[in-house]
């Protein structure tokens, strides 16, 4: 596939995984991408999982011959699992990567590093394609220290790593965002579970590349992206400072036998009855804990509800507040909703694991429930929904 007149896609398409970095369902399957630009001298980009290594050099062979330069943007295994096979392939090419990622190779490739034919760069540095000249950029923590990305001005394309990537196999999403119409969902999935500890060096590297002329970005998962960048680069803006993206409520909930989970539907109810913009709810239980989570990055409240459990919360609450205080999580209305038989305290304990959180406002009529819903605990639930709606009013 044509990217432009000389940049070709031969990334593949991995159906197979269950688990992708074991550990995010991927019901899309999942996309290694990796490109040709053709040149007075060719260049690679990116190697694929060691899995899809010979259909991948097949068609690097069919688009490029024998390549001058292998560039090397990121050391993670999706993309570098097939660089040992692709140098033995083609003894000519010159691996061009950083300084961090080869020393990388030499612990992922038992000491192999390529001395012998190998070109490190970093900040500023460029390579003359002759016609086509990359500059590279250095995006430590994005979300790995080794990262670079690169910018071919010719083409005004930004090659951006792991940045910019989406969950979903090309053949099932589409390989430009002009026929995938769901980006931001899984994207969001993808940035929030894998890159979103890292919003600081995202925001450097957005700096970067504001000042680049950038007409496509071919990130290493996902469609390429050839249209509405403006509205890419403002949702990774928005996600790597930490702002919430949409007006709503997000109801997170665990329950064991049923009665907070009556109180987060009557909750749910009434916010949308009082004209709350969106109410999502989520079992943490039964969903996927990084749809979960993505969902608690992109609105401006969420309301935790839990269970007392040996005298702490249910386990699967535990998993998802450490999810979102790991990943910095900040700048968000929170409430809290407790079940308890004999002496509830998961408010208190919940409430305290964000104590380390940045700018975080408590609504004040939380719910107390002890055992199942009572008239009492009904009003504090009423109490709970005028006081989140007002805010939207
Ligand atoms: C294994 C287990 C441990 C529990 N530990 C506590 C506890 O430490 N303190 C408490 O007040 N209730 C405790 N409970 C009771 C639950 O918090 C209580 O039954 C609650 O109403 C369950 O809400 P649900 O109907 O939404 O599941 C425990 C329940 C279970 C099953």
Redesign the pocket.
Known sequence: MKITNDILYVGVNDHDVDLFEGHYIVPEGMAYNSYVIKSGKTAVMDSVDEHFADEWIGKVKEAAGSPDYFIVQHMEPDHSGSVKKFMDAFPETTIVSSQKAFNMMANFFEGEDFADRRLAVTEGDTLDLEGHTLAFVTAPMVHWPEVIMTYDATDKVLFSADAFGRFGALDTIGYTNEEDDDWACEARRYYFGIVGKYGPQTQAVLKKAAGLDIEKICALHGPILVKDLGYHLGLYDTWSKYEPESKGVLIA???????????VEMLAELLEAKGVPTVEVTDLARSDMAEAVEDAFRYDTVVFA???????I?PFMREFIESLTERSYQNRRLAFIE????????AKIMKGMFEGSKNMTYCDDNVK????LNDQSRAQVEALAEEIAAAYK
Do not use: E
């Open positions: 909930y665990t329950s064991v036998y049923g009665h907070t989970k009556k109180a839990t269970t007392t459990f040996n005298n702490s249910f079940n308890g038989s004999w002496a509830p305290q998961a429930i002890l055992s199942a």
